[in-house]
C-alpha cells in the first residue's frame, strides 16, 4: 500500500514507532558503548592488582632464586577460574615460573617479556607488570586471562532487544489512545463527506472535539454543509415549483388562451428565482472557499516550523511525510484558488473586443514555453478567422487548452501542438490538438466538469478545474465545446463560436 492510501491513524503510528525505535537504538548503542568500555578498564585495573600481589610476592623469590616458591605464588591463581594462566620473567627476560589454569590447555608463552601495560589477543586479554623492589627491576609478571567481551555484549543485545519490543508495544498502545483526539475528527469528515456525495445527505455533522485548527476545519465543513443543504433544498423546491407551474400552463393553453399572458409572467418570475438563487450558490462557493484557506494555510504553517524547529529531532522518514503533508495542502491551496477563479467567472461582466485569434494563440504558447523550458515542441498554427469577444477570458481558453497540450504531450519523443480553425455557414469552429497521451472517447462527456480528471495527479498533474473554466467561457459567447480522442494517440479539442460574434458584428 502507498503512502497516499494509508490513513492518517497509520501514519502518526508510524512516526511514533519509528522516533521511539529510534531513540532506543541510540540510547542502548550509547550505553553499550559505555559498558563496554568501562568493563574493558575495570578488567585490567583487577589483572594489574593481581600483578601486583603476584609481583610483591614474588620479589624474595626472584632475589633468592628460588622458583619452588614462585611457582607456588602462581598456583594461587586457580582461585581466580577465568586467568588461563601466568609466569613470572627475571630481570633478564628469563622464564622464572610458570602457570597454567589447566594441565592439558597449551598457553603459549612470549618468549621474552614486554614492556608495562595490556593487550587484546584473538582468545584473552594480556598484561605484562614489572616487578619493582628499592627502584630496582627484578623481573617481570605475565598474566593472560580470559575477556569475556562477546558474551557481555550478546546478554545486552538480548536485554536490549526485550526493552525494544516491550517500548514498541507500549508505543503502540499509548499512540492508539493518544491519536484519537487527533485521527477521529478528520475519520468523522470522511465519514460525512462519503454519506454526502453517496447519500445526499446534507444533514449529517462532524463532531466538534477540539479547538484548534482541526476545530476550525469541522466548524467550516459543518457550515458548508448547512449551507449547501438550504441551497439544495430551495434550488429542488424551485425545481419542482417550476415543473408544476409548466404543467398548469400546458393544461391552461389547451382550456383558457387568456391565462397564457399571466401563466408566462409567472415562469419568468421563478426562472428569475432561480438565478438569483444560482448566483447565492456562486456566492456562497466563493466564501467558503475563501473561508478554507485559513486551516490549509494553517497546517501547511505548523508543518514548515515542525520540520524547521524540530529537524534535529526527526529522521528522514518522518522529513518526508511532512513534506507529503506540505505538499498536498500546497496542492489542496491550488485547488482553492481555482475554484475562486471559477466562481469569480460568473460575476465577471464581458468586455467585447475585436480579437486577432492567431496571434492570441501565438503569443500565449511562446509565454508557456518560455516558462516551461521542457523539450522542443514542434508548434503548428494555422490562419484563423478573427473574433469578438472578451480578451481576458480568451487568453484564459487558450493559456488552458495549450498548457494541457503541452502537458499531456512531454512525454513523447517529439510532441506535436497543432492549432487552426474552420469557418462555417452560422459558426466558426477552432481546435487545439496535440500527440499526447490522449483519452477513452467513452468519458470525454466528464471532461469539462468541476474536479473531473481522467488522469492521475502523479502522472500529469492538475486541478480539474481548467477545462470548466474554458467550457464556462465559450457558452458565455454563445459557443460550444467538445473533445475526442484516444488514448495513446492524443486528443483534439473544439471550440465554436457564433458567425456573428468572431465576424465581430455584435
Not at 109 to 138: A, H, Q
Not at 313 to 322: G, H, M, S, T, Y
Request: glycine share 8%; proline share 3%.
Amino acid at each position: 500500500m502507498s503512502s497516499r492510501q494509508t490513513s492518517v491513524h497509520r501514519k502518526l503510528l508510524f512516526v511514533v514507532l519509528a522516533t521511539t525505535a529510534a531513540a532506543l537504538a541510540i540510547t542502548g548503542a550509547a550505553m553499550v558503548f559505555y559498558d563496554l568500555r568501562t568493563f574493558r578498564d575495570t578488567w585490567i585495573a583487577d589483572l594489574t592488582a593481581q600483578a601486583d600481589i603476584l609481583g610483591q610476592a614474588a620479589a624474595p623469590a626472584l632475589e633468592f632464586e628460588d622458583p619452588t616458591s614462585a611457582h607456588a605464588y602462581l598456583a594461587l591463581l586457580r582461585a581466580k577460574p577465568d586467568i588461563m594462566g601466568a609466569a613470572i620473567y627475571t630481570s633478564k627476560g628469563t622464564m622464572f615460573a610458570e602457570y597454567s589454569a589447566s594441565p592439558h590447555a597449551e598457553i603459549e608463552f612470549p618468549k621474552l617479556p614486554d614492556l608495562d601495560g595490556s593487550r587484546t589477543v584473538r582468545n584473552g586479554l594480556e598484561l605484562f607488570k614489572r616487578i619493582v623492589n628499592d627502584d630496582e627491576i627484578l623481573g617481570t609478571v605475565y598474566i593472560k586471562a580470559r575477556y569475556p567481551i562477546v558474551e557481555r555484549l550478546t546478554n545486552y543485545l538480548g536485554i536490549f532487544g526485550a526493552v525494544m519490543v516491550l517500548s514498541l508495544i507500549a508505543s503502540v498502545l499509548i499512540s492508539r489512545q493518544l491519536q484519537k483526539s487527533i485521527t477521529q475528527p478528520i475519520l468523522e469528515i470522511a465519514a460525512v463527506a462519503r454519506g454526502v456525495v453517496e447519500r445526499r445527505d446534507f444533514e449529517s455533522r462532524a463532531n466538534k472535539t477540539t479547538s484548534d485548527e482541526i476545530g476550525v476545519l469541522v466548524d467550516a465543513f459543518n457550515g458548508m454543509l448547512s449551507e449547501l443543504g438550504d441551497r439544495t433544498r430551495t434550488l429542488e423546491k424551485s425545481n419542482r415549483d417550476l415543473e408544476h407551474e409548466v404543467g398548469e400552463r400546458t393544461r391552461a393553453e389547451q382550456a383558457l388562451q387568456t391565462l397564457n399572458a399571466e401563466l408566462e409572467e409567472r415562469v419568468a418570475a421563478r426562472t428569475t428565482q432561480l438565478e438569483a438563487a444560482n448566483k447565492d450558490l456562486e456566492g456562497f462557493s466563493y466564501s467558503v472557499s475563501h473561508d478554507l484557506r485559513a486551516p490549509i494555510r494553517a497546517i501547511s504553517g505548523f508543518c514548515t516550523l515542525l520540520i524547521e524547529d524540530h529537524k534535529d529531532k526527526l529522521d528522514a522518514e518522518a522529513r518526508r511525510k511532512l513534506d507529503i503533508i506540505a505538499a498536498e495542502a500546497g496542492r489542496m491551496g491550488r485547488l482553492i484558488d481555482d475554484l475562486l477563479a471559477f466562481s469569480r467567472l460568473g460575476r465577471k461582466a464581458l468586455e467585447p473586443a475585436d480579437l486577432d485569434m492567431a496571434e492570441l494563440a501565438r503569443s500565449t504558447f511562446e509565454r508557456l514555453r518560455r516558462a516551461d523550458g521542457a523539450k522542443p515542441v514542434e508548434f503548428r498554427l494555422s490562419s484563423l478567422p478573427h473574433a469578438r469577444g472578451d480578451r481576458s477570458l480568451f487568453e484564459q481558453v487558450w493559456i488552458n487548452l495549450l498548457s494541457n497540450a503541452l502537458k499531456f504531450s512531454s512525454k513523447r519523443d517529439s510532441p506535436l501542438v497543432e492549432v487552426g480553425g474552420i469557418s462555417e455557414e452560422s459558426e466558426v469552429i477552432y481546435f487545439v490538438r496535440d500527440n499526447g497521451a490522449g483519452f477513452d472517447g467513452k468519458y470525454a462527456p466528464r471532461l469539462f466538469g468541476v474536479f473531473q480528471r481522467l488522469h492521475n495527479d502523479t502522472e500529469f498533474p492538475g486541478t480539474g478545474v481548467g477545462l470548466a473554466l474554458v467550457h464556462k467561457i465559450v457558452t458565455r459567447h454563445g459557443g460550444r465545446i467538445w473533445a475526442d480522442g484516444k488514448l495513446g494517440e492524443g486528443a483534439t479539442f473544439h471550440f465554436t463560436l457564433p458567425k456573428e460574434t468572431a465576424d465581430g458584428r455584435v
